[in-house]
Every structure is written in C-alpha cells, then in structure tokens.
C-alpha cells in the first residue's frame, strides 16, 4: 500500500449487508463474485459486528482490502461534527429552467458555485438568479451539450472538491458533508448520493420511478466498478476530487458521458455510492418521455463499449451459469437434471475451495444458493431486457420463447416488487417493469447497429468465482 493511500488512525469500516461472512468466520464472499479468505489475525481483527477500526499497520491494511475489493463500507460514528463544505464548488450544467437554479441556490447557501448556461433562450433571467445568490455565471452562446458544461464549469473550479449538480435536483448542504466525509480516505475520487423522485403526483407511472428510477440505485452503499451491484453512477448529482477528473466528461458522447467518467476513475481511484446522502430529482411522469428517455439510455451502451470493451457485457458467465439458462431456457425434460447436475458441480467445487474451512459443507451451500439466484435474476434479465427483440422475434413463432417471457417478466417482476415495496399494485408494478426493460432493450440493439458493433451485445465468460487470500499483513495471492 502506497502511503498516499494511507488511511487516517481512527478510521472504520464494516462489513457491508451484501458481504456474507461464511460460517467459518475466515472466508467472505463479496457482491461482485470474489472470495477472499483471512488468516486467524485478520479475524481477530474484525469485532462481531463486523466493524473494523484502523489503529496499527495490520488494520490499516486490512480495511484497504477489505474497502478495495468491495466487501466493507466507511463508517462514521453519530459523535462525528460535521464536516466542512468551504472546499467544494458546485457547478451547475443549465439550460433556460433559471427557477431551478433558484431553488439549488438557495438550499446551498454559503456553498460556491459555478453556473454554465448551455445556450439558453433567456440568459438574462438565469444570470439574475446567479447575481442574487453570488454564483459565477458563465455562458455558451450556442447549446454544446451537458458534458461540454460541465467540463466549462470545472475550468472554473479551485476548490479540492468539485460537486456536479443538475438543474432539477434539489440538493441541501446537509447531502453534502455527507459525501464529503468520504474524502477522508484519500484514495477515494468520487462519491455520488442517493436520488429519490422530488414530487409524488399519484400517477402509477411516478409511483414505479420512485421506487425503480434509473437514478435511483438502491439503499446500500457500494463500491462502484464494472459488473458490481452498483456499475455506475449518474451524473445529476456527484461529488469529486478535481485532482481526479483528468480532462473531465467525453463532450463526443451525448449520452452514458457519467458512466464513462466513473468507469475511468473506477480504474485508479474509489468510486462510492452513499445512499445516506439523499437527494431529491423532477422524475419524469408522462409516458411518452419516460419510454424514450428509457430508450435513450440502452443506446448508450455502444458507445461504452467502444471505450471499455467487456465492462458493458449484458451477461457474466460462468460453465455453471451458462449451464443453468441453457436448460431453463430450453424448457426440456432434461433441464432439471442439468440445473441439478450443474448446481451439484459447482457445491463439489467450492467445498474443495473450502477444504481447510471449519465448515467447507456449510461455506458451499451459503454460497450456491447465492450464485443459485443471482443465475435465475440474470436469466430473466436476459430474456427481458438486454435480448428481448430476440425474444419477441421468437414469440410469434415459439411456445417456449413466449413461456420464457411472461415467466421471467412475472416472475423477476414480483422480486422486485417484494424488494422494493412500491405503493403500487403488483399487476401494474410488473407491467411498467416489462416496458422499462423492452425501451432499455430496444436501446441496446439500436445503439449496436448504430455504430455497427456488437461488442454491447457479447456476454463476459469466465471461469469460475474468483478467489483471493490475506493475511494478517493482507498480502492477497492468487490460488493455483
């Protein structure tokens, strides 16, 4: 570990809620498929509620590991004074909507500020509010895109910190020394807050985006990378360390610019997501450009790939899961055997992997029951979402393509309707989730054969479940 990396004495971490703890206390299994196995010093180090606290060398390196593979979260206790927000400057991407900006102005009194107008029609009225509230104004006479403004905006930042913020989200000073307190760990680039809808106006369209926005990624923190539980983060609101951001947004891209720059910081510094900051967004409610803005996002995953190859990869797998939606895809009488064939390979496998656990027979049933329904979520994802024009192609023709679909929509429906307790009744949960998924998945396709690649449509394949051990000292080796 670098000592720029070095975390402060007194820091926390704990264990994050999707870290599962095998019941040999020594291995961990993490969201994004990795194990990592401790020595009996490591353990000791890690109280029983999962809460480790930095206070000699071995601590210090074990909590980067355990933050760097993702598998434990920062933690502050509620005795904590705030921290400061006189390092950060907020710059503002606007066009028109000078309201708007009234209101985010007025929620981050005392806060600097950058406003770039994109082009707007009636830069006089966005240029008042900016006078009112002290904030910097700066204006493109014609409209160059969101990126483009931001990157103008951040030209005129000399703060450490940088907070992009959109025009439609209202955010208080309260989110931000939430997300600033991130910055204590200095190998942390970017933290982004949770994003809720701003109004609730009864609709069943805006009661679905409050609980299923494209915003809006959930109500656990996460270390955020490719393939993870959180991959990306928007840019409506984030929160960065300028020094970080090299040359800033990609102005070619009109679309995924966010998840672009996330993906490159992911590769050099620590990208989080901090749902106890929250703040609030103007959702989208007709229809109309709900769908489209839908659509829109699915076209952005050509130009990703393009840029970050199998980082956009639609589906990751494994000889066990492609095995297991081979055979529920095929609807055959041999299908069962295959899962449980498949599924029976695979426990073998990890209890093997487990040979020197206190449990290998426990620690392989925990963790083929995990890997047992993240297959059965991509599965229907699958069929719903990232190849559903190959799906409803097969419909007409196909009593298993049209099995396929109603079960998966149905089914991965009420997951998530279970998951996410929307104030919406399952019937008209499920069928908004199916459209959410086709203008995703007519996105994807279009984008694809827009720029004539099909590299955003070619599942990732690996082998297996990735496995890494530390020490006491934390040192990781790979298995042979």
Not at 43 to 62: C, F, H, K, M, Q
Not at 82 to 88: C, H
Not at 289 to 296: A, N, T
Not at 420 to 442: C, E, H, Q, S
Request: proline share 6%; net charge positive; with cysteine.
């Amino acid at each position: 570990m670098s000592e720029s990396d070095r975390l402060p004495d007194g820091f926390e971490v704990k264990l994050g809620a999707w870290t599962h703890r095998c019941t040999d206390g020594r291995t961990l299994y993490g969201d994004a498929g990795s194990l990592l196995r401790l020595r009996p010093a490591a353990v000791e180090r890690i109280d029983a509620n999962g809460v480790l606290r930095v206070e000699d060398p071995t601590s210090r390196t074990l909590a980067r590991l355990l933050l760097d593979r993702g598998m434990a979260e920062p933690r502050w206790p509620d005795s904590v004074p705030p921290f400061r927000t006189d390092d950060i400057t907020l710059v503002i991407p606007v066009r028109d909507r000078a309201a708007a900006v009234d209101r985010l102005l007025a929620n981050c009194v005392g806060v600097r500020a950058v406003v770039v107008d994109d082009g707007s029609l009636d830069p006089d009225e966005l240029s008042a509010v900016c006078e009112r509230h002290g904030a910097r104004y700066v204006r493109h006479t014609q409209s160059r895109g969101p990126a483009a403004a931001r990157n103008t905006g951040l030209g005129q930042v000399h703060t450490e910190l940088v907070a992009f913020v959109d025009s439609d989200v209202v955010l208080d000073v309260e989110a931000l020394t939430v997300l600033r307190r991130h910055f204590t760990d200095p190998k942390v680039g970017l933290v982004a807050p949770r994003i809720l809808g701003l109004v609730e106006d009864g609709s069943a369209l805006h009661r679905y985006e409050a609980a299923c926005s494209s915003l809006d990624l959930g109500d656990q923190p996460a270390l955020v990378r490719p393939h993870a539980r959180v991959s990306y983060l928007p840019s409506a609101a984030m929160l960065a360390r300028k020094s970080a951001l090299g040359n800033g947004f990609d102005e070619s891209m009109q679309v995924a610019e966010d998840v672009d720059l996330v993906w490159r910081m992911a590769s050099r510094w620590s990208v989080r997501y901090e749902p106890n900051a929250q703040v609030q967004h103007e959702h989208r409610a007709r229809f109309r450009e709900w769908f489209g803005r839908k659509l829109l996002y699915g076209t952005g995953a050509a130009p990703l790939a393009i840029r970050h190859g199998s980082a956009v990869a639609p589906a990751v797998l494994t000889p066990w899961t492609a095995a297991v939606t081979v055979a529920l895809l095929a609807q055959q009488r041999w299908s069962p055997l295959l899962v449980a064939g498949a599924t029976a390979a695979l426990w073998r496998g990890l209890r093997q992997r487990f040979a020197t656990a206190d449990d290998p027979a426990g620690s392989a049933t925990a963790l083929t029951k995990v890997a047992m329904r993240s297959s059965l979520e991509q599965t229907a994802t699958i069929v719903t979402r990232h190849y559903v024009p190959l799906t409803l192609g097969l419909v007409p023709f196909s009593k298993r393509a049209r099995r396929a679909y109603v079960a998966s929509a149905v089914l991965a429906g009420l997951v998530a309707h279970r998951r996410k307790r929307p104030a919406l009744d399952p019937v008209r949960f499920i069928a908004l989730r199916t459209l959410d998924d086709l203008a995703y998945g007519l996105g994807l396709w279009w984008g694809a054969l827009a720029a004539r690649s099909p590299e955003a449509l070619i599942p990732l394949v690996r082998r297996g479940i990735r496995s890494r051990r530390g020490d006491a000292e934390a040192r990781p080796e790979r298995p042979g």
